[in-house]
Every structure is written in structure tokens, then in C-alpha cells.
């Protein structure tokens, strides 16, 4: 069974900084890729980050230069560091694998940011 636990959200002043971690279990984790999305309310979906099982990373254009994506296979793990954050990061996020043509997700978690 495969699942994704998010933690490290919380509340932040703008310009400040929060990393955020995503626990993974039920596959093997160093053979897939994996991504972080938000949502923020009353918006669509947003994919923000990308990290191959060989550490290459996407970023969208709205959080390029500011967030880094990076993994550990040991521990199953992948991280956003969000740097810079602003009140337009405010958001759910969650970090999501593709597995068997089945796309996971985690709970997600609240990342607000004051002006």
C-alpha cells in the first residue's frame, strides 16, 4: 500500500522560510520520481516541483530560484525547501508518485504566509 505523509507546513511571515517533508512507503522509492503540488483556495491545482530518481529537478516559473527539491532514497524521503516565501505560496501542499498507472497523494499540508 502505498502511502505519502506531508509535514513541516505551518505559519510564516513573508520573506521567511519553511521546508517541507514528504515520508514515502509502499514502493521503492529510489526507482520513481517525485513531484510536489499546491493548492491554494479557490484555485486550481499547481504543480511546483519535480525530482527524477536521479536528482534531476523541474521547477515551475513562480517558485524558480526560491524552492529546492531534493531527495533522500535512503530514507524515503523528498523535501521542498521553500525560500523567500510570499502571501501567493499560501497553499495545501502535497507531494504525489505515480505508481502502477495509479497516481498517490498525501494529506497534504498548510503552508500560510502573512504580509
Known amino acids: 500500500q502505498v502511502q505519502l505523509v506531508e509535514s513541516g507546513g505551518g505559519l510564516v511571515q513573508a520573506g521567511g522560510s519553511l521546508r517541507l517533508s514528504c515520508a514515502a512507503s509502499?514502493?521503492?522509492?529510489?526507482?520513481?520520481?517525485m513531484n510536489w503540488y499546491r493548492q491554494a483556495p479557490g484555485k486550481e491545482r499547481e504543480w511546483v516541483a519535480r525530482i527524477t530518481r536521479g536528482g534531476d529537478t523541474n521547477y515551475a516559473d513562480s517558485v524558480k530560484g526560491r524552492f529546492t527539491i531534493s531527495r533522500d532514497s535512503a530514507k524515503n524521503m523528498v523535501y521542498l525547501q521553500m525560500n523567500s516565501l510570499n502571501p501567493e505560496d499560501t497553499a495545501v501542499y502535497c507531494c504525489?508518485?505515480?505508481?502502477?498507472?495509479?497516481?498517490?497523494w498525501g494529506q497534504g499540508t498548510q503552508v500560510t504566509v502573512s504580509s
Open positions: 509502499g514502493i521503492t522509492f529510489s526507482l520513481y520520481a
Open positions: 504525489t508518485v505515480s505508481h502502477r498507472s495509479t497516481n498517490y
